[in-house]
């Protein structure tokens, strides 16, 4: 595998009084695509420029492949940034543009046209090459400056929210370039986004930020369908999330998929009512937790489901409002006064009958123990 390895250790960064950064420690591995990916605010470019160089951290280890890096200026560390507003040379054409930083190191013409012309053909901009960026779209530009970024092989890319300025279609068409890109050198990739879909598609892992800190780390799925915190859980794609208290705890027979003892919980969950949840946490009666269940995990019909399996949770509800978008339809149930479930179906068949469940009718919501999750136990 090629690229640096990256390794952060309790990295700290203040501003004055404000701690932008509180003991972040990474260890991203070579050629590894990792994202940073938090809400506006919470320290993602601070840590980014700290790698780059741009910015030095209070307290700290930051190794590239193991060799201390701290010391070095940005141009002597492998890295290059690729940022979200492209910092193109307006007047120079997209050819020099992306021969910059080879001309800088006084790199002969003759070395330098076939190697921009391999770098353009990667971004697939062979015919731009005479165009001045203000002739360019806004993909173009943003493949302009990663041609830029890539051109001194680096070891690593940083990559700042370098999608934000394009609309959404253009975006999800630049991210699968991205990641075809990655796939060819073969570098190591740091990517920072607020977008939590961007970071589920394109990641090997995620490391998940919140006001300075670093709450989770894993790849999308373990992020998606395991989140370590109410915050993970909530800011990680959409969720019914609920405090609630465990009434009652089972052990079952059988173990689960990795050979953990299961066991199924009911909770106790003031809005709700009591819910079933299989877990391998060993659960005390009396306990607090945080539970969750996906709105996609969550089925939705006008009959009642003619199930009497132990371990499905049934409620009753009035659709309160239907978002039909096409391929899903998403439900907010109201069970009572002022709670709503959120249910989302996808429309795989023609016939579905998504679209017939209206508003205000009499629905009932069904899930089974498994697909609900405990996020946190509380005390
Ligand atoms: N040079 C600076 N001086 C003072 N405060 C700063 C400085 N740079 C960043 N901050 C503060 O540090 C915090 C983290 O900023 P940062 O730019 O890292 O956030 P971010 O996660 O990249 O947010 P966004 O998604 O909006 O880009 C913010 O509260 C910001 O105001
Ligand atoms: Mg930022």
Redesign the pocket.
């Known amino acids: 595998m090629k690229g640096s390895d990256v390794v952060i250790k309790d990295v700290c960064k203040s501003?004055?009084d404000?701690r932008?950064l509180n003991n972040v420690s990474l260890k991203i591995d070579k050629g590894e695509f990792f994202s940073l990916l938090?809400p506006?605010?919470?320290?993602?470019?601070?840590?980014l420029r700290i790698i780059a160089g741009f910015e030095s951290p209070d307290d700290r280890v930051l190794t590239f492949d193991g060799t201390d890096v701290l010391p070095l200026p940005p141009n002597r560390r492998q890295a290059n940034t690729v940022f979200q507003n492209y910092a193109l040379f307006p007047h120079l054409t997209v050819f020099e543009n992306v021969a910059f930083p080879l001309r800088i190191k006084k790199i002969p013409t003759a070395v330098i046209i076939p190697k921009v012309k391999d770098y353009l053909t990667l971004v697939q901009l062979e015919g731009h090459a005479h165009k001045k960026p203000n002739q360019l779209s806004g993909g173009q530009k943003q493949r302009v400056a990663i041609a830029r970024a890539l051109i001194n092989e680096p070891q690593v890319l940083l990559l700042d929210?370098p999608l934000s300025a394009l609309d959404a279609k253009l975006r999800q068409h630049m991210l699968i370039e991205l990641d075809q890109i990655h796939d060819k050198i073969g570098i190591t990739f740091i990517y920072?986004t607020?977008d939590q879909q961007e970071a589920l598609s394109v990641s090997d892992r995620i490391a998940v930020m919140n006001a300075g800190d670093v709450l989770q780390i894993g790849t999308p799925h373990e992020i998606y369908e395991s989140p370590g915190t109410d915050f993970v859980a909530k800011f990680i794609g959409e969720t019914n999330l609920f405090d609630a208290t465990v009434a009652r705890v089972l052990k079952l027979e059988k173990l689960d998929v990795n050979g953990d003892t299961e066991y199924m919980a009911d909770l106790d969950i003031p809005e709700l009512g009591r819910v079933k949840v299989t877990t391998i946490d060993m659960l005390q009666l009396g306990q607090k937790v945080s539970w969750t269940v996906r709105p996609e995990k969550i089925l939705i019909s006008k009959d009642r489901p003619a199930t009497n399996r132990e371990d499905i949770n049934l409620f009753k509800g009035s659709v309160d409002e239907p978002i039909y978008s096409g391929f899903q339809t998403k439900f907010y149930v109201k069970i009572r006064d002022d709670i709503m479930i959120r249910v989302i179906k996808q429309h795989a068949k023609y016939s579905d009958e998504g679209p017939d469940i209206i508003w205000k009718d009499e629905v009932f919501i069904s899930w089974s123990a498994a697909d609900g999750y405990i996020v946190e136990v509380k005390s």
């Open positions: 501003f004055g404000f932008a938090g506006s605010g919470c320290g993602k470019t601070t840590l929210e920072v607020h």
